[in-house]
């Protein structure tokens, strides 16, 4: 997002926060961009304790040269606050860089503990609703074994294109990264065949290949 003068005020003023919370790649791909940009890099972080939901997200922080002081166990925002919490999380500020139009459940739970949040949008994910005829074809001609959707953006995002066709979607196994993902799969009204137990790609990957050897698919 372009002027992000949010994004600036908090790149300028790093030392107010006693967390940094990145919740996806794209969040710390932005974030280091921009940092560079004004002529600083990871030192900038220092005496701030830097936090990243998920295995690829901490890979991205160490391409920067950041080491996470805190990778949660599980990726679920009860789970995160738990566990942030057993590492002696005693509030403070928490800058939370993430994606625009996402669920404020993490900010509300970690406001809870005591923390002063400050979110700060640093893109959007969009649907390309040109899209929709490939996806048509792919779902008519050669219907896929396996739906996967590693998000709940993705569910909406699909079900969106698909509009009243959504039964195209009819015996393909809908397989999940998460819990959160499964839920907003089955509110549209998806049955879930799969979660994965680990809420990674590698996870899900896994969880897929477990159901069919169980004989299930």
């Known amino acids: 997002m372009k002027n992000n003068k949010k994004l600036d005020s908090a790149l300028d003023n790093l ?9 996806s790649v794209n969040s710390v791909t932005v974030f280091f961009r921009r940092l560079l940009e004004k002529k600083k890099d990871g030192r900038a972080l220092g005496g701030t ?40 999380f005693q509030g403070g500020k928490v800058l939370l860089p993430r994606a625009e139009n996402v669920p404020h459940e993490l900010n509300d739970e970690l406001k809870k503990r005591g923390a002063e ?3 700060i949008p640093l893109y959007r994910t969009t649907l390309k609703k040109d899209n929709r005829p490939h996806l048509l074809d792919i779902l008519k ?44 799969a089955r509110k549209a009204g998806l049955k879930v065949d799969i979660i994965a137990r680990e809420f990674t790609i590698p996870g899900l990957v896994e969880a897929i290949e477990e159901y069919y050897k169980s004989g299930k698919g």
């Open 141 to 184: 001609a050669n219907k896929p074994d396996v739906i996967t959707f590693a998000s709940s953006s993705t569910v909406r995002g699909l079900l969106s294109l698909l509009g009243k066709e959504k039964d195209l979607m009819a015996g393909s196994i809908i397989a999940c990264i998460g819990p959160v993902t499964a839920s907003t």
């Open 117 to 119: 949040v400050e979110e």
């Open 15 to 23: 030392k107010e926060y006693s967390w940094i919370m990145f919740t």
């Open 49 to 88: 304790r830097i936090a990243a939901v998920g295995p690829a997200t901490a890979e991205e922080l160490l391409k920067f040269g950041i080491r996470p002081d805190f990778i949660p166990r599980k990726y679920t925002t009860s789970d995160i606050v738990r566990e942030m919490v057993s590492e002696k």
